[in-house]
């Protein structure tokens, strides 16, 4: 479950999601309409048991301890939550104060998921954030290996490394374009990529999704879940999971993908048992808080837009978030999508994977279908001819 | 006549005095006029109705007619501009063009004034309008002759257009829309009779046409033409010449027929053990110029493969040169070039001088080893690295970075003679992937997927459908 807190005191330059910074915020009602909301699209979808849960937004960190435990137990009556399922907060550094961290552990939080984009306070003042730390932009990659290294000496076993993405509409894209600031070097941020990976799993992380490493088990049971297309259901306004989803620190290089803008609401994948549906549908809720909450106070839930997922759109979704983790997608999860046509079926023959497995970017085994170490970082080159493979077939 | 005497730097003494030493036309009888103040228009009508000898014609002739313009009107069909040099001719008379043979009826007669007045009649010496019923542009050539049904005459000389000086050759972005193209030209031709068109064909861009123009405004003028009153969007590229070539080979020989053959087609281009000799068409150029810019002209003559023939000073000021170009030179940009250096004024003319020898190799463009075809082009030795490097540049440009290096090379038989690298791609994916709505990342996914369906692998190398347009397409001028 992704409950949305979608406020902040700040708006980051490189931000897009859907957040609201707001002078006051009328705390009781939003906690309100987020219980109403969550019980409502629990009994929608049936389900029994809530595997995880995350707090994103926005900054959930100020949202008060109560608000989050009311969401909680409002969870836990609606359907079943194991004592030790995952339960992460969004924080930012500094909204966290100690006996605040306590309240939320108090109130259930097991996880805390720190965003810090650089350890660097001039950085960190060009980009917007509030809180500070040091090192100049126009990173090289011995600066971004001295800051993944003071990272390291302060994270935890968890460890998300985004590469800032430069997104239509927001302040940071408008300077970069503008020439205010430099677009750093394709091969640089390779580079970046490189040894940040090399220095991570020498330090004992396994690199277990394009962006994510975790030592001693520590993985994200929430996230893994929404890679292996796993049912999960939003709540609330706003995207969940802003920068730095995972705990611990975060470092972000630059790079210059520019995607259009986007407007999209808290979202889910799950298949409306409650109203006879069968079929796995692609939801988002309302993105504007207000109206948000009038929808849910009168209808339960502000749901703006479903579609049903075809099969092959479901196929298409399984392979591309299944494809970012290191197991990939197993024979099993594959089947469970796609009963009649096995992995090999549509991909062990004469064709694009084939291909792409001879050059050493892709493999296809007993596990399944996944990339190999080269093959991850160039995913989204694969993804395109692995699509036009699976809809021929 | 001396015109635009109003100007600040008119220089009407001047300029008379260049007219009698280049043509013999004694002082006297120029008329300086200013068009804008009124100065002398007058003067013009009267010299005109002195100088000029009337019409030897003779009313009592057959009907003559020469069609020397002609507007289509929507409501009314083709409205003809004749001159008549025999005959007369009215509503209702019977009629036949010489080139179409067609037989028409004549709807209505008149004179410009310079608005259409209908008249009863026509008489031989005039000259006027007529409506006949023509609906296809076709129909109403410029330079043909109309006479009357029964009476056949002898078809009047047409008369030489205005020389184009600037060269494209004109492609539709896909060939379905060829028919379109092709009748949207002949409509704008009509109402423009100073270009000149001629079917031409690209292996990378299918069947389309090589057209003149008087300069580059006129060309531009024209392109937006299409695109607003026939909503076409065209691909404007650098024209190709008629080469040609003497072979030695006597199988070749026998194969074609002939000694002498012309090469439309690089992929016809015969290889060198079988020529005796390679040809290039040229023209002899004429440049007037104010002695300032000669340095600048000719170092861009130079540039342009050209060697001097003539060159002598009309006065003090002003210089003619003469230059005997090869025509692949000058089509693309020379005339626009040589007027930006010389501030517009120097003048160019030309005219056709044959055919010469010429060093000429056909150049390959290759990918990763692999020739990509349409893209080969005959080129002067002299020209190859320079026209090889651009292609290359042009290449990688269009082609997206793939997994693996990509080697653009320009080639000349085996030898390589320029390279550009598109280096592979190292790291090509979407960072934060979690928790975010992948339906957005979906939508791209399957559009780049739909992409790739479309693209050409030329070896391994994926190109894109427009990638060869990208590279034929004439250069936007700065």
């Not at chain 1, 297309?229 to 975060?250: F, L, M, R, T």
């Not at chain 1, 986007?262 to 939801?283: D, L, Q, T």
């Not at chain 2, 030795?381 to 042009?394: I, M, P, V």
Request: hydrophobic share 40%.
């Amino acid at each position: 479950l992704c409950p949305q807190w979608p406020y902040c005191r700040k708006r980051c330059s490189y931000c897009n999601f859907n957040k609201y910074v707001v002078p006051a915020v009328d705390e009781a009602a939003v906690g309100a309409c987020l219980v109403r909301e969550a019980r409502t699209l629990i009994r929608l979808s049936q389900v029994h048991s809530i595997t995880s849960v995350f707090f994103g937004g926005g900054t959930p960190s100020l949202a008060s301890p109560r608000t989050i435990a009311a969401v909680l137990e409002a969870i836990a009556g609606a359907a079943h939550l194991p004592a030790g399922a995952e339960v992460t907060l969004e924080a930012n550094p500094s909204s966290t104060g100690t006996s605040r961290l306590a309240g939320f552990r108090a109130a259930g939080v097991n996880r805390l998921s720190v965003g810090v984009q650089s350890l660097d306070d001039a950085e960190l003042r060009l980009l917007g954030r509030e809180h500070t730390a040091a090192e100049a932009r126009g990173a090289s990659r011995g600066a971004w290996a001295r800051g993944l290294e003071a990272a390291l000496g302060l994270c935890d076993d968890h460890i998300s490394l985004y590469q800032l993405t430069l997104e239509r509409g927001t302040a940071l894209a408008a300077q970069v374009s503008g020439g205010t600031l430099p677009k750093p070097p394709q091969d640089l941020l390779a580079d970046m990529y490189e040894t940040a990976r090399a220095m991570l799993v020498a330090a004992g992380f396994r690199h277990y999704e394009i962006s994510n490493f975790a030592r001693k088990g520590a993985l994200s049971t929430h996230n893994l879940s929404y890679w292996r297309a796993e049912q999960y259901i939003g709540v609330g306004p706003g995207k969940p999971g802003c920068q730095g989803a995972g705990g611990g620190g975060c470092a972000r290089p630059q790079d210059s993908i520019v995607l259009p803008p986007v407007i999209a609401g808290a979202h889910g994948r799950f298949v409306p048992r409650g109203e006879g549906g069968c079929s796995r549908e692609a939801r988002v809720q309302t993105l504007e808080p207000n109206a948000w909450m009038r929808e849910v106070q009168s209808q339960g839930h502000g749901t703006r837009r479903r579609a049903v997922l075809s099969p092959l759109e479901q196929l298409e979704e399984v392979l591309a978030l299944g494809l970012r983790t290191d197991e990939g997608i197993t024979h099993e999860r594959w089947g469970h999508f796609s009963p009649y046509l096995s992995l090999e079926a549509v991909f062990g023959v004469p064709g694009e994977a084939k291909v792409l497995q001879e050059q050493g970017w892709l493999l296809l085994d007993g596990s399944g279908l996944r990339c190999t170490w080269v093959g991850l970082a160039l995913l989204d080159s694969l993804l395109p001819d692995l699509l036009c493979q699976l809809q021929r077939r | 006549i001396v015109f635009q005497i109003d100007l600040k730097n008119a220089d009407p003494e001047r300029v008379e005095k260049q007219i009698e030493k280049l043509f013999d036309i004694p002082i006297c009888e120029c008329v300086r006029i200013s068009a804008k103040q009124g100065t002398n228009v007058e003067k013009v009508l009267q010299k005109v109705i002195e100088k000029i000898p009337p019409p030897q014609c003779n009313t009592a002739d057959p009907l003559k007619a020469l069609v020397f313009d002609s507007t289509f009107d929507h409501y009314r069909g083709v409205i003809a501009n004749i001159a008549l040099f025999g005959g007369e001719i009215q509503k209702g008379h019977k009629i036949v063009s010489a080139h179409t043979k067609k037989r028409y009826e004549v709807n209505e007669v008149g004179i410009l004034t310079p608005n259409e007045q209908p008249t009863h009649k026509l008489y031989a010496g005039q000259v006027g309008y007529l409506i006949a019923g023509m609906k296809e542009v076709t129909e109403a050539q410029i330079g043909d002759t109309l006479f009357l049904y029964k009476q056949p005459v002898e078809p009047l000389p047409g008369f030489k257009s205005a020389k184009p000086m600037v060269f494209a050759g004109m492609y539709p972005v896909d060939q379905t829309e060829y028919n379109n193209l092709k009748s949207a030209l002949e409509r704008l031709t009509l109402n423009d009779s100073s270009v000149t068109v001629h079917r031409d064909s690209s292996l990378a861009l299918g069947a389309g046409w090589r057209l003149g123009f008087l300069g580059l405004l006129h060309m531009e003028v024209f392109n937006q033409r299409l695109e607003q009153e026939y909503n076409m969007s065209v691909i404007l590229t650098a024209p190709t010449v008629p080469y040609k070539a003497t072979l030695s080979s006597a199988k070749l020989i026998k194969e074609y027929g002939k000694t002498e053959i012309t090469i439309i087609n690089p992929a016809q281009f015969p290889d060198k053990l079988s020529v005796s000799e390679y040809l290039e068409p040229t023209v002899l150029g004429t440049i007037v110029t104010p002695h300032e810019y000669i340095g600048k002209i000719i170092a861009l003559c130079q540039d342009r493969r050209a060697v001097q023939k003539d060159m002598l000073y009309i006065d003090e000021q002003r210089v003619m040169l003469k230059y005997l170009f090869p025509l692949n030179e000058i089509v693309v940009d020379f005339y626009d070039a040589l007027k930006s250096l010389s501030s517009g004024y120097a003048s160019f003319d030309y005219e056709d001088a044959g055919y010469q020898a010429a060093d000429l190799i056909k150049m390959d463009i290759l990918l990763n080893g692999n020739p990509v075809e349409e893209l080969a082009t005959i080129v002067h030795n002299d020209k190859a690295y320079a026209t090889g490097k651009f292609l290359c540049e042009r290449l990688k440009d269009a082609i997206p970075r793939q997994l693996f290096e990509i080697a653009i090379q320009a080639a000349i038989g085996k030898k390589i003679i320029a390279r550009e690298t598109l280096k592979a791609y190292r790291k090509n994916v979407v960072a934060k992937c979690y928790g975010g709505d992948i339906t957005r990342r979906m939508k791209l996914l399957k559009r780049q997927a739909e992409g790739k369906k479309l693209m050409r692998k030329i070896g391994n190398v994926e190109v894109p459908r427009d990638a060869f347009i990208h590279v034929l397409k004439r250069q936007n001028d700065n």
